[in-house]
């Protein structure tokens, strides 16, 4: 009854947007109750190197902004979904056909969760892959230059949402759909959704070399939301899980219809099996159209393929693949713990953590124990999976992390604090507030084989007086917590960018020896490129005039360009000649209403500009590169059509 009665409370609250008790005032966040050393703690000296990187997802940015631990300053925001004026990513001829879709040319998404690429389970830091949320993609971003390589859409999917977790040898970066929909699209009463609507689970292959994505094969499942997954690893390694709510296929989610069911399910899928079935030849080719988007870092340019088919498996194919596990309480994140044996779903309208066991579930395969199969799916019965249960540790569970010594962490949205409790014993060890409202949690290796402890940090979704106000809206807040003593310790808290839902982080060793600093002039193989100032020229083609231009501190070559007419489409193809670390060039011209080009080290970017008045038009360098700087400029006369 005290359960019954609690979890009422929190879903009153959740559905009134009450965010805890804990946002009136400054009482439990002030500096007062911080011990004296936590500044030592987070201080990296001028001119010293942060220990980790954090890669957080940019939510309605659409982007991933890289930050620095334990001083929590932002490096850069890597463009991904969205278009980008500050570097021109989207906007120029070699990186708008990145954001190519079925749906046409698409510059905005909603990212929520980077993962990082493993090798036997470690981060090996080699590419992070993101979700677009929306318009259903998934991006990978190379973790040696920190661009966006390579982006593929994910067709007959809607919520891009439980997405992109990968798996412990990056042989998949998975993807599912928070919405049913008719599969295929088409015409239909949303009332005949139960039975009708599907969700899509996509597996995406990862070529081990060059990171290649490519749709292996989807399952077509039940009408239920996908809303989180993560994978098996260790012993559970093959097997992948993923949160489900409305469970009830019901066509609205009003109160009286979403929560119905007092148990919703955490699909576990074989995928290993599904795989050797694919490669037997089983599956079905269907129509469907997606874009697959690559990025060639010798050419720099970007290509878009549209896709025709893509092979779909139903779970009735493939029968002891998949089964379903009851899981109360509409679970939102579901995350296996670094040795694969505990499943633990986070029902976010409940107030225990329920954690299921990969050992138990095996067992009641083989011993063929079920709960019917309502969905065509055998369902596991409740008591023969469950481990066990982290009794009334907070309300509204939603993300749980690791440490790799045996203890997990997990948010509680409702109750606005992270708490660590044991794994085999489930006791609750500790806990501390957040500021407020918490969503995910990162460890850094926290959801792979071996995490590597030492910080948690906490990315909060509500920030209300933890900042100086900047009007309505405020950046959101992060906490950084030392994880490495019995008790969490707040140590720092910072804003971030955009919404971060998740976050991947990583000692920064496995990653800044690697990172790139310039791209070598002589490996340039961009069509338009000019590699010495004797390549530049201007050509017209028709309407189109091309101009190939170089940039070197502190000139443009040709700096006096004439012969242009209104009514052309000039294209100022810029190649950057230094071949010094951090030694960009930008370009702007006048009227152009897009953007402008930073061009890196031995690159070669293409600005277009469409001139609608006659006159003597100045370019300029938007990069302050030199003493010289504000010499680096030139003019493009335009001449009457
Ligand atoms: S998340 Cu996407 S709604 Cu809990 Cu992973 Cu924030
Ligand atoms: Cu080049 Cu400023």
């Not at 220990?51 to 890597?78: D, Q």
């Not at 042989?171 to 929909?181: L, Q």
């Not at 225990?352 to 395969?365: C, E, G, P, Q």
Request: net charge negative; hydrophobic share 35%; proline share 6%.
């Amino acid at each position: 009854m005290k359960n019954i009665l609690k979890t009422s409370v929190a879903l009153v609250s959740i559905l009134i947007g009450f965010t805890s008790c804990n946002n009136s005032g400054k009482s439990n966040g002030g500096s007062g109750a911080l011990a004296s050393n936590v500044a030592e703690k987070v201080y990296v000296p001028p001119g010293e190197y942060d220990s980790h990187y954090a890669f957080m997802s940019g939510g309605y940015s659409g982007n991933l902004t890289v930050y620095g631990l334990p001083s929590g300053r932002m490096f850069k925001e890597i463009p991904v979904f969205s278009q980008f004026p500050t570097n021109g990513y989207g906007y120029t001829e070699e990186t708008t056909p990145m954001l190519e879709t079925s749906y046409g040319f698409v510059p905005w998404d909603d990212s929520h969760h980077p993962d990082i690429s493993q090798t036997d389970g470690v981060l090996d830091g080699r590419w992070i892959f993101i979700n677009g949320n929306n318009t259903p993609r998934i991006a990978r971003i190379s973790l040696t230059n920190f661009e966006t390589e390579e982006i593929i859409e994910v067709p007959n999917s809607a919520g891009n949402h439980s997405s992109s977790y990968i798996t412990e040898n990056t042989e998949y970066v998975v993807a599912g759909t928070r919405f049913s929909v008719p599969v295929p699209q088409r015409d239909m009463p949303i009332k005949d959704y139960k039975g009708n609507f599907k969700g899509a689970l996509t597996f995406i292959s990862v070529d081990p070399e060059e990171g290649h994505m490519d749709i292996k094969f989807q399952i077509l499942m039940p009408g239920f939301n996908y809303d989180l997954s993560h994978p098996g690893r260790g012993k559970s390694h093959g097997w992948f899980f993923f949160t489900t709510y409305n469970t009830e296929e019901a066509n609205s989610l009003l109160e009286v219809n979403a929560s119905q069911n007092d148990k919703d399910f955490i699909a576990a899928i074989n995928w290993k099996k599904i795989e050797e079935y694919v490669n037997n030849g089983g599956g079905t080719m269907m129509p469907a159209n997606y874009a697959h988007n690559l990025y060639d870092e010798d050419t720099h340019m970007a290509t878009s393929t549209m896709k025709k088919e893509v092979r779909v498996v139903n779970p009735s194919e493939v029968p002891g693949a998949i089964y379903l596990l009851p899981t109360p309480k509409s679970p939102h994140g579901v995350d296996v713990d670094p040795s694969g044996e505990y499943i633990v779903g986070n029902g976010k309208l409940s107030a225990n953590l329920t954690v299921h066991s990969f050992t138990k579930m095996i067992d009641a395969i083989e011993n063929k124990e079920f709960d019917g199969d309502a969905y065509g799916i055998p369902i596991i019965k409740f008591e023969d999976v469950l481990a066990g249960s982290v009794e009334q540790a907070g309300l509204g569970p939603l993300h749980t992390e690791f440490d790799g010594k045996g203890n997990g962490y997990t948010t509680f949205f409702i109750s606005s604090e992270v708490v660590k409790w044991k794994l085999g014993t489930w006791e609750v060890l500790d806990r501390k507030p957040t500021y407020y409202s918490v969503g995910h949690l990162t460890i850094p290796g926290g959801n792979s084989r071996e995490p590597f402890g030492k910080y948690m940090f906490a990315m909060n979704k509500i920030t209300k007086d933890r900042y100086l106000p900047v009007g309505p809206e405020m950046e959101h807040s992060a906490q950084l917590y030392d994880i490495s003593g019995d008790k969490m310790e707040l140590l720092l808290d910072f804003p971030t960018h955009g919404e971060p839902h998740y976050a991947a982080a990583i000692p920064a060793e496995i990653i800044m020896n690697n990172v790139k600093k310039i791209y070598r002039l002589d490996e340039n193989e961009h069509p338009r490129k000019a590699t010495n100032e004797s390549e530049t020229k201007v050509v017209r083609e028709g309407k189109n005039v091309h101009i190939y231009m170089t940039t070197i501190r502190s000139h443009f070559s040709p700096d006096n360009i004439e012969g242009v007419k209104v009514g052309d489409k000039v294209f100022f193809h810029v190649t950057n000649l230094e071949q010094d670390f951090d030694v960009p060039h930008g370009f702007a011209v006048i009227g152009a209403n897009t953007a402008e080009l930073l061009v890196m080290p031995g690159q070669t970017r293409t600005l277009t500009w469409e001139p609608k008045q006659v006159g003597v038009w100045p370019f300029y360098c938007t990069d302050f590169c030199s003493a010289l700087h504000q010499e680096m400029q030139g003019y493009v006369r335009v001449s009457p059509a």
